[in-house]
């Protein structure tokens, strides 16, 4: 294991303007995350969430965290 002092950084690479925490996403934030699903998937929760008039992204969610409950309560 290398020690933090170590620096395999190439000569070139400049970080002096860089900001730390630039990209950090806070608690509780919504994130757009690109995912691929299955037509047939993404029908059947495009139609649910068009009955129950909400938006597409907040359906898929609240379906997740309802399996992520389920899944931790049966470990």
Known sequence: M????DNDMPPGIDF????RGLHHIP???KV?????????????????????GVELSDLVTEVLKRD???NEALK
Do not use: C, H, T
């Open 2 to 5: 290398k020690n933090a002092d």
């Open 16 to 19: 002096s303007k860089g900001v």
């Open 27 to 29: 608690p509780g934030a």
């Open 32 to 52: 757009l995350m690109p995912v691929s699903i299955e037509r047939g998937v993404w029908e059947y929760f495009s139609d649910k969430a068009g009955q129950r």
């Open 68 to 70: 992520i409950e389920i």
